[in-house]
């Protein structure tokens, strides 16, 4: 008995952003998509910087020139968030929704209660 075993690409293809979420699309077809409070600097950056991404890394990870961001195919594979010095800084100054400032709590809490779509394509 033989199959094929499928090819993981874990080179980074695109970004796209929602106002809740981060979603990289790899080579290989999955798409990995994490909760935005996780990375404050994105979080707070305007749509332009956002978009603003350049693929780093050999492939695999994301730069954001403008915010000195940087984030690997690795670690949002993990489930990796930002260092817990940055969600802390994030937590006492508040982030930006929508053009106002919330407690980044409130955000945390408003994210955490909605489901984030997952498919077979998201899981490693």
């Known amino acids: 008995m033989s199959f094929l075993a499928a090819v993981a690409d874990e080179r980074v293809s695109g970004v796209e952003f929602s106002d809740d979420a981060l979603s990289v699309s790899l080579r290989d077809g999955r ?4 909760p935005l409070v996780w990375y ?5 950056a305007t749509r332009a910087q956002r978009e603003n991404w350049k693929v780093a890394g050999g ?3 994301v730069h954001w020139p403008d915010l000195d ?4 195919t ?9 260092p817990k010095g940055s ?3 994030t937590a006492k100054k508040g ?3 929508l053009g106002k400032r919330v ?3 409130s955000a945390m809490r408003r994210l955490s209660s909605r489901k984030l779509p997952h498919s077979s394509q998201n899981r490693a």
């Open 31 to 34: 798409i990995i998509t994490v």
């Open 40 to 44: 404050p600097r994105l979080l707070d």
């Open 59 to 61: 492939g695999y990870g």
């Open 69 to 72: 961001e940087d984030l690997s």
């Open 74 to 82: 690795e670690g949002l594979l993990r489930g990796a968030p930002a």
């Open 87 to 89: 969600l802390a800084q």
């Open 95 to 97: 982030v930006r929704r």
């Open 103 to 105: 407690p980044a709590r």
